[in-house]
């Protein structure tokens, strides 16, 4: 009886790490989901050639219905949770206030906004005057947004907080809220408009509810202001996602691109990446963070200027970066290169299918590019922009320029 007993505890213990791992599994799956992801991360993001073949697909439809599916991305910053949580609240904050547990983050006037964003880091310098301007957008946003959209919540980025983020020339009204520069002509309507303004937002996503929007697992569903009544009011200029893109512009698939990727997926090498990629027997190595590693390594690439087009020549350099700049322990070095020498095929057919992803990708933005490129009337397409967001069937993937955002200075 006692033997019994100690074995059916071992085996509870056992059932219990498989549970853990597959919950934490999952767990990583719904924050994936939660962002927008660049197509050539979805495979380690879900663990698996599944998330190859979702991020292939997407880059397809992308292509084939473009003008349904792709707007222009702002390059906005912070981003700004907003709306009525019923007819007479309104609240003002950002993700991490509106999923807070040990602080109000709904706060429902300017003063409170403004509190709330400077309690969270007192000592940062400039930080009491970054919240007296956040906190200066609560009357701006309330005015904006009609009482209807009562229960939503929305999305969006501020593009200036302050009359002061304006630098107005002989011919333009500029503005920089990250790395893109826009320069509107200041004699144009909207330009004249933003000269007058206080602060200017792009929105772009909607919740049915504060709770769903305080989910860390939560999508916003892409939105536009006209589609919900948002207007620019005095003192705030709102802006949409939006492109110039029609059905009569074409966009053609780099069909060769697309078969390579297809074929490796399809491959015997590529069947095994799930195993390599496998929560449970990376996490029983004590490698549970594998994919993020992975990813690690494409962003130290582009901050380095670089994006992974070449596979083959990749495979090698993430061994050596690994062992010189991963900023890994020794022990879990070691772990994660003895895994990877049982997975010989499937970790080279990986960096070739992210190489591949990734061409494509470009192939298609350089096209969009051009198109939207050609549209000077537009405040996005004419300053320039820092890429598109499609929403397909298949999930919502941003084909950036990577390099050039995450570029070290």
């Not at 895994?339 to 470009?362: E, S, Y």
């Amino acid at each position: 009886m006692l033997l019994a007993a100690v074995g059916q505890i071992q085996q509870d213990e056992y059932n219990m790490k498989i549970f853990e791992v597959t919950q934490n599994h999952k767990r990583k799956l719904n924050e994936a989901k939660a962002r927008i992801d660049h197509p050539e991360d979805i495979m380690f993001d879900e663990n698996g050639v599944e998330g190859a073949q979702r991020a292939l697909s997407a880059l397809m439809h992308t292509a084939e219905s473009h003008a349904e599916t792709t707007t222009i991305k702002w390059d906005g910053s912070p981003a700004v949770v907003f709306g009525w949580v019923d007819k007479n609240t309104f609240i003002v904050t950002d993700k991490a206030g509106i999923g807070a547990k040990k602080y109000d983050g709904r706060p429902t006037n300017a003063s409170d906004v403004a509190a709330m964003i400077y309690n969270r880091k007192p000592d940062s310098p400039g930080r009491a005057e970054y919240a007296a301007h956040f906190g200066g957008l609560y009357d701006l946003l309330k005015r904006a947004t009609p009482v209807k959209t009562v229960g939503k919540i929305f999305q969006g980025d501020m593009l200036w907080m302050k009359a002061q983020d304006l630098e107005i020339d002989k011919e333009n009204v500029n503005f920089q809220p990250n790395k893109v520069p826009y320069h509107i002509d200041k004699n144009s309507d909207i330009g004249k408009k933003i000269a007058r303004s206080q602060a200017g937002i792009a929105i772009h996503g909607v919740y049915e509810s504060a709770d769903e929007a305080a989910s860390a697992t939560a999508e916003p569903t892409p939105t536009s202001p006209d589609a919900v009544g948002i207007k620019s009011v005095t003192g705030l200029v709102v802006f949409g996602p939006s492109t110039n893109l029609t059905s009569e512009t074409v966009v053609k698939a780099p069909a060769a691109e697309i078969k390579k990727v297809q074929a490796l997926i399809n491959s015997p090498a590529a069947s095994q990446i799930d195993d390599m990629l496998d929560p449970f027997a990376i996490g029983a190595l004590k490698i549970a963070n594998l994919p993020d590693v992975f990813k690690s390594f494409i962003n130290y690439n582009a901050r380095r200027g670089q994006e992974i087009t070449n596979g083959k020549a990749v495979a090698g350099a993430f061994m050596k970066w690994l062992a010189t700049d991963s900023g890994l322990t020794a022990n879990k070095q070691a772990n994660i290169a003895q895994h990877l020498k049982q997975f010989n095929a499937p970790f080279q057919t990986a960096w070739d299918i992210v190489a591949g992803l990734t061409i494509i990708k470009h192939k298609i933005k350089d096209q969009l590019d051009k198109a939207v490129g050609a549209d000077t009337s537009s405040v996005q397409t004419g300053a320039g922009h820092e890429g598109f967001v499609a929403a397909t069937p298949h999930g919502k993937i941003k084909l950036v320029n990577r390099p050039v955002f995450m570029k070290d200075k």
